[in-house]
């Protein structure tokens, strides 16, 4: 049987062995081993927590524990013990994904729990001090005998509990009548659950086009933004749709309303939330300040990862705040980053064209770059990140496309995964302007791109060699400039 004594004596003794040459420093990630998703994001006694899915024993996906690490500003991480472990006949399978939330000044994870036979169901844990976890007497809460009329109970996971009026609620992503759903299931005391009904239309899935897929909608999330009810949830295998949902998997968010009498969420349409390669389960957290904040698992499924041979996979995207303009969601960086921020290195008004143009003091592989571009008469604007001998990644602005565009398969080590084509991503850039600005930060070997003031945002992991640092700027097809270029160095450890 698994334990978090195990697991945390595991780390201890094993930790020194993990090879730094491509850790970030200014993302959350394990200190050894696996992770995948985000969980139980939460703000709780003066600190943000954060959990994640993890097997502390290899660099690959097993028997899922909670690791757990905590932060008073979201770029420095402080590693907390192992919060749940599964060592109890309804877990014994894993502590699957799941959210936190306070009561009564204590701090409840909800999770899913695999018994012997896979069985999904969820449970409970709870917390004084916000580092030890109990788990609930009455485990599982929801049961498999509770589920609604034609919902797998092996496909019945990733509860996302929140509070609106008198009672909590809690949305979970499962598959009903062999077809992708949200449930939704209410209680006045976390303890006492009953089901309220899918959140999708169940009855006529032809009528919501995108729930016909046989696959799970994972890793729901709900939150108010700007008076509007947002769901966000992790539908496996969706098809492409032009340049969206191009990963095996995506996350995608619906604006609309819950009706907490039925359960149906009713929404016109959805969009995927970061256009790049690696980005999935992402959840987000209300703060005590107003803002809303999101935070993602910068990896997707099914792809090689290079850092495995070094004992470690898996990290947190820069958390991100949300609002809500426009129709869609707008993603920023946490402000907090910019007391990272050293060595700026400020130019303006430089001439591109064919041949890329390097600048003093523009360099690094640790740090955030601000660039607006003029597009003039080119057919693209770009510039080239992690340059080296033998490798670039390119993000460049297909002018005509009105897209931007991500190219890592000149990067560094190649990855590949289930996906058609693992060359580029592209994402809409909003309106189609003269100008383009982009906002992109890089961790060693990751890069988050913010285009337009988060109107869409592209995110990736570069494996290239530690000598890559070069950037250059270059347009194509015709005459452009740089208007600004803002360096900072980002200093977090
Ligand atoms: C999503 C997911 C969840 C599940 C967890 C298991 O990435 O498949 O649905 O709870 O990962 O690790």
């Known amino acids: 049987m698994k334990s978090k004594f195990k697991a945390n004596e595991y780390i201890a003794s094993n930790r020194g062995a993990v090879c730094h040459k491509y850790r970030h420093t200014y993302h959350a990630m394990p200190e050894i ?41 979201f770029i420095s991480w402080e590693y907390q013990p192992v919060a749940l472990a599964p060592d109890m006949p309804y877990d014994v399978g894993g502590c699957f994904s799941g959210s936190a939330i306070e009561k009564d000044g204590m701090l409840y994870l909800m999770y899913t729990g695999l018994d012997s036979e896979n069985n999904q169901q969820q449970c409970l844990a709870v917390s004084q001090s916000g580092v030890e976890f109990t788990k609930a007497l009455n485990n599982p809460v929801i049961t498999s005998a509770m589920v609604g009329e034609g919902m797998s109970v092996k496909d019945f996971r990733d509860p996302y509990v929140f509070r609106r009026g008198e009672h909590y609620y809690s949305v979970i992503g499962t598959k009903v009548n062999d077809r992708g759903n949200i449930a939704l299931y209410r209680s006045d005391d976390l303890i006492e659950w009953e089901f309220v009904g899918y959140c999708m239309n169940s009855d006529k899935p032809q009528e919501d086009n995108y729930f016909e897929l046989n696959a799970v909608y994972e890793c729901p999330c709900f939150m108010q933004l700007d008076g509007q009810d947002i769901l966000m949830c992790s539908p496996q295998f969706l098809p492409q749709q032009g340049s969206e949902f191009e990963n095996v998997h995506s996350v995608v968010y619906m604006v609309g309303k819950l009706d907490l009498e039925s359960g149906r969420f009713h929404y016109d349409t959805f969009h995927e939330l970061d ?85 003093a003091g523009v360099s690094g592989d640790t740090l955030e770059l601000l660039v607006t571009f003029e597009c003039g008469d080119a057919d693209v604007v ?52 003269e100008t383009l600005s982009l906002r992109i930060f890089l961790d060693n070997t990751s890069a988050e791109v913010f285009v337009n003031d988060g109107y869409a945002v592209l995110t990736a992991n570069i494996y290239a060699d530690e000598a890559d640092e070069g950037i250059s700027f270059y347009a194509l097809g015709g005459k452009a400039k740089v208007k600004k270029v803002t360096k900072y160095d980002i200093l977090a450890k």
């Open 33 to 73: 081993g696996w992770c995948n998703d985000p969980n139980g994001f939460v703000y709780y006694g003066g600190k943000i927590h954060l959990f994640y899915q993890h097997n502390p024993y290899g660099a690959g996906w097993d028997t899922m524990h909670w690791g757990h690490v905590t932060s008073r500003d």
């Open 275 to 359: 256009g790049g390669f690696d980005f999935y389960a992402a959840q987000s957290t209300t703060l005590p300040d107003g803002r809303t904040v999101l935070t993602a698992w910068m990896q997707m499924w099914d792809r090689n990862i290079p850092s495995q041979e070094d004992g470690w996979a898996g990290s947190m995207v820069l958390p991100r705040e949300l609002s809500f303009r426009d129709g869609r969601l707008y993603q920023q960086p946490v402000r907090e980053i910019l007391s990272y921020r050293a060595n700026e290195v400020e130019r303006t008004d430089i001439a591109l064209g064919q041949q890329p143009v390097r600048i």
């Open 382 to 433: 770009g510039v080239k990140l992690f340059e080296g001998k033998e490798h670039e990644t390119l993000v460049y602005y297909d002018v005509q496309a009105g897209e931007v565009v991500l190219d890592r398969s000149k990067s560094g080590v190649a990855i590949a995964g289930a996906e058609a084509q693992n060359a580029t991503r592209r994402v809409c850039a909003g309106k189609q302007l």
